[in-house]
């Protein structure tokens, strides 16, 4: 089983910054594909970013390139890793729940919700014009 754990949401003004982090531990395979998805009121939930559990493979939406940032850290013991969501020049329609997510992903299918596992609970960010 793998856990998913998520903060760092909240509410900032257009052009400000957040930083969302996700905790993924229990079972973590080598082979892990992590994803950040965000969903507003009367929207599906959409594609943000994806890396691998080893860094590569980092990728954005269109939406937010140039803007957001995917990472991820690798605890020394091996038994976590910390993915990362830098989010910067923030506008308003950013605003949704994040998610991250996290499963057994092939890469043509990193921008599909349904191909992942687990998820973690969520987070707000709103982002106030």
């Known amino acids: 089983q793998v856990q998913l754990v998520e903060s760092g949401g909240g509410v900032v003004q257009a052009g400000g910054s957040l930083r969302l982090s996700c905790v993924v531990s229990?079972?973590?395979?080598?082979?892990?594909?992590m994803a950040w998805f965000r969903q507003s009121p009367g929207k599906e939930r959409e594609f943000v970013a994806t890396?691998?559990?080893?860094?590569?493979?980092?990728?954005?939406?269109?939406s937010v390139k140039g803007r957001f940032t995917i990472s991820r850290d690798i605890s020394r013991d091996n038994a976590k890793i910390t993915m990362y969501l830098q989010m910067n020049s923030l506008k308003p329609e950013d605003t949704a729940v994040y998610y991250c997510?996290?499963?057994?992903?092939?890469?043509?299918?990193?921008?599909?919700?349904?191909?992942?596992?687990?998820w973690g609970q969520g987070t707000q960010v709103t982002v106030s014009s």
């Open positions: 229990g079972r973590t395979f080598s082979w892990l594909r």
């Open positions: 890396i691998r559990w080893n860094g590569a493979g980092a990728d954005v939406d269109d």
């Open positions: 997510a996290s499963g057994l992903v092939q890469d043509f299918n990193v921008r599909v919700s349904g191909a992942y596992t687990y």
